[in-house]
């Protein structure tokens, strides 16, 4: 496909520069810059922004993000085969695109965040995309640095980002994503989409901060969520026996016969700030 840019087509920079798709390193690529546009586009307005993207391989999305007219992109990529590729196009839009070649884990992205909107978008490393989410979703202070997330995952992952209760979905990451974020499912992209095709259908998230979160302490939710969920069938009375049962669950206002799945995001909430009520009192011997 012709490129809009002025940029060779992705096919042949892949082939020119060696970049056969490990699959260690989660390279699924996307070379239809349409798709890439509707990704980047996804995001909104991004003029002001400076974009973090993870992982951007052989630059589909990092050319879309570009020619959209972002600000400045500061691309992350491990895979040091990429870094010539990137450099053309660093070169095609001077001054807007700077490459770092590393572990986007090991990365303190706030730390690299300049002043003014940033915007995350990243078709991600499937391996790692889940945790890269929860790191981005657990400062201590919020708002956030970013201010939206756009990303694709698989699309039971997804599903998981925006399940609420009552869903066969909800689970630990639903109840973190809707505490802190507004999060929605953008659209489908079929395994075809990209080189080499996924067994799996994936998705692209949108997601945003709340501006006034419930307050309550991560590690705790983190302490309920998981205790619940870990037995996700059982009575909360029973999954959460360790954390103080059914006292906590009365001190919380909820029904100790309820199960996890049935627990509203508020809820969780609740029931993360009674523990720490429970144990402050267990400590002054009340
Ligand atoms: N953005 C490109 C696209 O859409 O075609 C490539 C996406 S591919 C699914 C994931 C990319 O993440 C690969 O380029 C891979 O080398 C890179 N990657 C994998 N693990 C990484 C990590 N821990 N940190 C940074 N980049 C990583």
Redesign the pocket.
């Known amino acids: 496909m012709a490129a809009l840019d002025g940029l060779p087509p992705l096919r042949d920079v892949i082939q020119r520069h060696g970049l056969d798709a490990r699959k260690a ?6 070379l239809d810059l349409n798709l ?1 546009q509707k990704i980047a586009r996804t995001a909104g307005a991004l003029e002001e922004a400076t974009v973090f993207e ?5 630059g ?2 990092t050319r879309a993000i570009l020619a959209l007219g972002a600000k400045k992109v500061v691309a ?4 040091s085969r ?1 870094l010539p590729a990137l450099a053309e196009i660093a070169d095609h839009y001077p001054g807007r695109l700077e490459v770092i070649e ?4 090991k990365t303190d992205f706030e730390a690299l965040a300049p002043e003014g909107p940033v915007k995350i978008i ?4 499937y391996n ?1 995309g889940t945790q890269l989410l929860v790191n981005w979703l657990l400062p201590k202070a919020w708002p956030p640095f970013w201010q939206s997330l756009t990303l694709m995952f698989q699309k039971e992952v997804g599903e998981r980002i925006v399940a609420c209760e009552d869903d066969d979905h909800y689970g630990r990451l639903g109840v973190l994503c809707g505490w802190r974020t507004e999060a929605r499912m953008a659209f489908d992209v079929p395994p075809q989409a990209f080189t080499p095709p996924p067994k799996v259908t994936s998705t692209v998230v949108h997601l945003t901060p709340r501006e006034n979160p419930i307050h309550c302490a991560a590690s705790n939710l983190e302490k309920v969520t998981q205790a619940a969920f870990g037995q996700r069938r059982k009575m909360l009375r029973q999954s959460l026996k360790s954390l103080g049962g059914e006292s906590l669950l009365v001190k919380a206002g909820i029904d100790p016969a309820r199960r996890a799945e049935t627990l509203s995001v508020e809820e969780f909430c609740l029931l993360a700030n009674s523990l720490v009520m429970t144990k402050a009192s267990r400590e002054v011997g009340t």
């Open positions: 390193l989660g390279q699924n690529f996307l890439t993870v992982g951007p391989g052989p589909g999305l992350i990529e491990r895979d990429c590393g572990d986007a884990l990243a078709n991600l490393p790692v």
